[in-house]
């Protein structure tokens, strides 16, 4: 599944970035309700992702409005995968912080839980050596 803005994927948006300014990203900040699960593999696969120093994330089980449903084993295993390629890639977790405002009902445990996580990570591939 392709998300665009303005006919471009977020990959794209990326790369199109890069060239034309010809510099990384500092800050690329992403909330596409669980739209960031496909784009997430996409984007280290073709290595658009690598030219970011810093990735604000809001990570969203299947819960999120958009979706509506409870989310799988599958879905928690493919959230792990993604989370662990992005970290292979060299970025490191940072901040963690959950939203609110996507306070939900569990129908598996009858409680208060969140589909919607904010997470902050910082690329070590554009520190400096000391």
């Not at 006919?7 to 309700?33: E, F, H, N, P």
């Not at 739209?35 to 696969?45: D, H, I, K």
């Not at 939900?104 to 904010?118: A, H, I, L, M």
Request: net charge negative; proline share 3%; with cysteine.
């Amino acid at each position: 599944m392709t998300y665009s803005v303005l006919g471009l994927s977020l990959t794209q948006s990326v790369s199109l970035y890069v060239c034309c300014v010809q510099t990384a990203i500092d800050v690329l900040k992403v909330d596409i309700d669980y739209a960031e699960w496909s784009c997430l593999p996409q984007m280290l696969s073709d290595g658009s992702l690598l030219l970011v120093k810093q990735l604000i994330i809001e990570i969203h089980t299947a819960e999120v409005a958009s979706v509506g449903r409870p989310t799988s084993r599958h879905d928690f295993v493919t959230m792990h995968d993604s989370l662990a390629a992005l970290e292979a890639a060299g970025f490191r977790r940072y901040h963690v912080h959950y939203n609110p405002l996507g306070m939900y009902n569990s129908v598996r445990t009858g409680k208060t839980r969140t589909c919607c996580y904010e997470l902050g990570y910082i690329n070590i591939n554009f520190l400096i050596p000391s």
